[in-house]
C-alpha cells in the first residue's frame, strides 16, 4: 500500500470527476492501491477544464481524499494522441482505476513521492470504507 501526494485542485479532480492519469517526471513499477493526499500546496496553473469539474467542491488541504489503484505508468512519449485530456506531454502517466472517494477527508501530512502510510492512518481509511472495500485494501495493503 502507497500514498502519493498531489497538489489542490489536482487531488479533487481524481477524487470527484474523471482525472484518472497522475502526471509526474518519474516511473513507477508499483501497481496497486494507493491513497490520495491533497498536499498543502495549490497549483494555480490550472485551466478552464479544472474550474469546470472542481466548482463548487471544497478544495480539502493536507488530508486524505479517495483511494484509488495504479494500475499503469508509461510515458507520454509512447503516445501518438494523449492516453486521457488530463495527460500531460513530456511526463510519466501514472494510470488510475477504481477512485473511491472518502465520505470524509483525513487530515494527515503528506511527503514526496510514493510513501508509505502508517496503520493509524490505513486503520482511518478502512472505516470510511464499505465491508468489501475495506477487505480488499487489509489483504492488498497486506502488513505495515
Given amino acids: 500500500m502507497r500514498a502519493l501526494t498531489i497538489r489542490q485542485p489536482w487531488a479533487t479532480a481524481i477524487a470527484h470527476a474523471d482525472k484518472r492519469v497522475e502526471n509526474r517526471v518519474w516511473p513507477t513499477s508499483y501497481r496497486g492501491p494507493v491513497l490520495i493526499h491533497a498536499g498543502k500546496a ?25 483511494v484509488a489503484r495504479i494500475t499503469d505508468c508509461h510515458e507520454s512519449a509512447e503516445e501518438r494522441t494523449p492516453c486521457t485530456p488530463w495527460s500531460a506531454t513530456g511526463q510519466f502517466h501514472h494510470v488510475l482505476d477504481e477512485v473511491t472517494p ?43
Wanted: aromatic content about 2%; overall charge neutral.
Fill in 102 to 144: 472518502l465520505p470524509l477527508p483525513i487530515p494527515w501530512k503528506g511527503a514526496q513521492g510514493l510513501w508509505v502510510p502508517p496503520p493509524a492512518l490505513l486503520d482511518q481509511v478502512r472505516e470510511q470504507l464499505d465491508g468489501t472495500a475495506s477487505r480488499v485494501l487489509r489483504e492488498e495493503a497486506g502488513p505495515c
Fill in 42 to 66: 495549490m497549483d494555480r496553473r490550472h485551466g478552464p477544464m479544472v474550474a469546470a469539474v472542481v466548482r463548487g467542491l471544497q478544495l480539502e488541504m493536507g488530508a486524505v481524499l479517495a
